[in-house]
């Protein structure tokens, strides 16, 4: 208590200046009695004075022995330190401003990509008490994560001695066309989900306005035509109307009321996604084939809420048992349920909801945070550089300071403040720059039709880690220069000598290091341009410049309907000018193909453990020559191959990776194959024909043994393909009309491939863009090191160039002997970074494709452009040396 009672009286102490001014007359007082008492033994004033003051130990002394005694020494100490820091910025603002800009873009760009690496890898779902959610997963017997089906869901719905509450949601979004209310009509592209009704309850939401989804609005066969808004769409295409709830959208052809407002931050299960909208489930039938009562489509995906006395662990045990249970069980008509595919179920922490996304970008904002630490790590050199420049300038103050009493760890502290002031500065301005950044790299590394959908709002976690790099940044680029500073010769300074040679091959080391990490970062930011442009432009088969594709919605339609308005919509794309062919397939390019289990093939022996699903697509007979898939051996299927609904196929055509699989060597033709488990298999599918390889969902992997098959009836949502003349973005309107007068009310688009590419690419544009901007400020920031470095050299070298230059020393050769030793530099710089970028390229490896880590012609451009870039950042200063006037300079020594 009486330490408290003294810390208490030391800080007031501190901050009462006024009390100086007590504390002098207290001492004058004290000194008059003094002076009093020795005139009275027959001093005069004068030595009566001295005496007392000598007594006292001075005025000054003892003032400063009180407050130490009745303040804080440190606090007081410190203050001092920033005030003559902000004196010494105000006085060099040039200085200032460079170093606090270099700080800036290396602490802001570590902010920029922290803000997505806590959005997609760090935050919990915004939701009530996230630590309880989980999700579950359907693992087949070959271990494989699969989607839930519908009838799987209400099964584990209905566990509630394990669960408060089960909620499923379609796996994605529907990206349709959403008609606005009366009068306006206004029609926007925005993505929407497919929820059950217990969806909200279970994440805890509660709803800004209205109310949201419940297992009312749910019932199979009354669904109510109802939606929940996000509220980021209410206030984006509503302008935050209060009005808005009761009114009416148009979404595909379907009419839904607004019943409520999303709270703001909400985004969903996933992160990645972000619906506009959120329908009940059970409305599925009214955009396409009903999926609700099929057992064995998976194409939903399932979380829970845990009782709070149950953990994941008594969870998983429990729904091992049910899975038993569920597997045994008999359908309605008293026959068992064939369930396909179901090993057990998984539970798996879901706090932060379903990991797809976080998996697909875990890695890349990983390495994106090593690179960004590597700028920053330049920019601390390019300040420490500067730092060291300003103190050889202050050598002299230094020593003064030392001569006369002042404490070399005084002058540290001192020194480190200055630079602790300078990185504050930095962060402040960095996490401006990231506020106003992260949105900008979030859409560089978008791609222009499909930007993604997450939040990096700035935040409390944002503004630590800022505070904690910025403080990191003072050890890094302050500790050094510090210690140089204060360990001057004092003797060797106040006589005109420097410490100069020291601080020269500290610079220079710097340097070095910054051509070296600079090289890192070019060679990793050209991998992953070389491997985008790689999947860009890899061979898929076919043409896919001339070609576009979109889907034909059933919307309810029965089979006959959709065989129809198919047929009818090809025939129509097939006669506009520009449009050299039309057709029809299951499955899109891009989107991969349907996977059939299990194949056996005549004359090839099956062994038991073997990966026997194999990928099909249905297609219309003219599909090949549509997209220009060239037939290698046989032909292609016609319409007398296409059977009725229901009816096994009789032919098929493979891809030339199925030849070399399962067939070998030999004529492929006519030769057959089944589906089960040999030998009880009826090998009834003869191979008619042969395509080359053709890609359709991956663009990293190998082709893969493949059927074309024909129609046994029209997918509910068949898939157009059209080859054009020219380019394919210039038809995309005139198809919209033509398509809209067979059909108003269709929600038809088509895309151009190279933007379905886009898409798929998203992780790879992320990479390269990201570490290609990256890359190009590490150049920069080694040029103005470069240039720092050079120019710091030279203006201590200037008596000595000027000598040469009064003894006839040509200017050119000194222009070349001073640009001859900053390329040294550099080639030492890339000398070791060279090693520097073969490691990097192996740690990244997993993310390249077509490219070597150690590729010589990525390495060859990279070193070049750093020698080109530090060419020009030295010649300015070794021109202003060549041409230095030698009267001038000697005068002026």
Known sequence: MRYLRGLVRRIAALLGAGRDEELSAELESHVSLHVDDLMRQGLDRGEARRRALLR????????EAYRDRRS????????????????????????????????????????????????????????????????LDKITPRGTKQNISNPLFERLRDQTQIFSGVFAALDGTYNYEIVGPAPARVRVQAPLQLVSGEYFSVLGVSPLMGRMLTPDDNRVGDAASVAVMSHEFWQRRFDRDP???????????????????????????????????????????????????????????????????????????ALTTVVTQILREPGSDGKPVRWLGIDRIEVSAGGRGLADFRERFSRPLRILTGIVGLVLLIACANVSNLLLARAAGRQREIAVRLAIGAARRRLLTQLLTEGALLAALGGTL????????????????????????????????????????????????????????????VNGVLKRATSGPVRARLSRGLVVTQVAMSLVLLSGAGLFLRTLHNLRTRDVGYPREMLMQGRIPGGGRSPAQIAERSQEIVARLASIPGVQAATLSSSGIGTGTSTTCCIAVEGFTHVKGEDRDIGMIAIAPDYFRAIGLPIVRGRALLPSDRVASGMPMKTAVVNEAFVRRYLGPGDPIGRRFGWGDPPKVTYSIEIIGVVKD????????????????????MPVSPNVLVRTSGAPQTLIETIRREVATIDPTLDFRM?????????MLVREMLLSRLSGFFAVLAVVLAGIGVYGVMAYTIGRRTREIAICVALGAARRSILGGELRSALALVAIGIAAGVPAAIVGGRL???????????????LTAVAALLA????????????RAARVDPTLALRWE
């Open 56 to 63: 006292l130990g001075g005025l000054d002394a003892t003032k």
């Open 72 to 135: 804080l020494p440190i606090v007081e100490a410190f203050i001092q330190d920033v005030r003559y820091a902000f004196r010494l910025m105000r006085r060099n603002r040039g200085f200032t401003a460079v170093a606090a800009i270099t700080l800036a873009l290396g602490i802001g760009a570590n902010t920029a990509i922290f803000s997505l690496v806590d959005a997609v890898l760090l935050k919990t779902l915004p939701v009530d008490d996230p630590s309880r959610l989980v999700v």
């Open 243 to 317: 009005n808005v709830i009761g009114q009416s959208l148009i979404v595909k052809g379907q009419t839904v009321t607004i019943v409520g407002v999303a709270p703001p931050g909400f985004f969903g299960e996933s992160v990645g996604r972000a619906p506009s909208l959120w329908l009940p489930l059970a409305i599925q039938p009214r955009y396409d084939r009903s999926l609700l009562s099929d057992p064995n489509v998976g194409w939903l995906r399932v979380m829970a809420r845990l009782r709070p006395e149950v953990d994941e662990q008594q969870a998983s045990a």
């Open 430 to 489: 960095g996490i401006l720059l990231a506020w106003w950044g992260s949105n900008g790299l979030l859409r560089l590394a978008s791609s222009d039709t499909s930007p993604i959908p997450i939040d990096v709002t700035p935040n409390l976690r944002l503004l630590a880690f800022t505070v904690a790099v910025s403080l990191v940044t003072v050890v890094v680029f302050g500790l050094a220069p510090a210690v140089t500073a204060s360990n001057v010769d």
């Open 694 to 713: 053709a890609l359709y969902g991956d663009l990293r992997q190998a082709s893969r043994p493949l059927l074309y098959t024909p129609f046994g009836s």
């Open 751 to 759: 895309r151009p491939l190279s933007v379905e590419v886009d898409r």
């Open 844 to 858: 990244v490896a997993s993310q390249l494709f077509g490219v070597s880590t150690a590729d010589p012609t990525t």
């Open 868 to 879: 080109l870039v530090a060419a020009v950042a030295a010649y300015l200063p070794a021109r």
